[in-house]
């Protein structure tokens, strides 16, 4: 497990590259994204359920100006995005489908945080050969094994969930020493989720350990050593069930890490990206 030193000192989100918006519709729901264009490789940025489109700050420009075309979009019932009908509620994986080729994007870097990356495996079962990378973080983790969630009462209890999500999602690090970077975090919040409530995860393929180990496009897992979502021994024991992955742990961050310890996370995914480029992919199993 590579660990990466801690960030402490911070600034605002920078100017960001620009950017075409656009609305697609996906099985009766229109989906909110942007996309900075251009030729480079595509980068898609899947948020975790406290946040939309919008959380990137810190990224977007960077993965631009490092000559990257950087895609987000706003998951159903999330910022700029409709909910959809509960008679037609597609899988976040068959969504990102259709945004792809929509955009005429053929292989990606696909970044999944949290609950974002819960749609990853589903992704990478269904579509293998469009996957560059994939980068899975701070997520409670779904492998199919019944023994990885029995800890799940201990792990995540109601308290825990009764938190407000910047006490439980920001680490105390970050809220003693940058509480400007929290007010902003907690604003995004704020109106990134226009449906409050979790609906079920749906999902295209069943996600079984023997389908996430024949995943072959290159893996990167990662946590925050302070997220109470998915701490550090959750992440080794995840990660078992990837074939080869690498495996960061992010000093002094929690849930956040792409917010609280940006510099090393976009250091992180900028390395990762240039060690798989589009000439150099792996099989794929599909």
Known sequence: MRVMTAQTTWAATPEQAPAE???LNVGGARIWYWDTGGAGEPVVLAHPFSGSALIWGYQQPVLAAAGYRVIAWSRRG???SDAGSGQNPGTAAGDLYQLIEHLGIDKMHLVGLAAGADLVPDFAISWPRRLLSMTLGCTIGNPGDPAYRASEAALLPQELRNLPRWMSELSASY???????VAKWRELE??????????PALTANEITPQRIARINAPALLFTGDADLYMPPSRLRAYAAYWTNPEVVLFTEAGHAVYWEQYMAFNTVLLDF??????GNRPRCSA
């Open 21 to 23: 918006e656009g609305r």
């Open 78 to 80: 999330h910022y700029g």
């Open 175 to 181: 809220r003693a020493a940058y509480p400007q970077g």
């Open 190 to 199: 704020a109106i990134s989720r226009t449906r409050k409530e979790r609906t």
């Open 273 to 278: 990206f240039r060690r798989h480029p589009a």
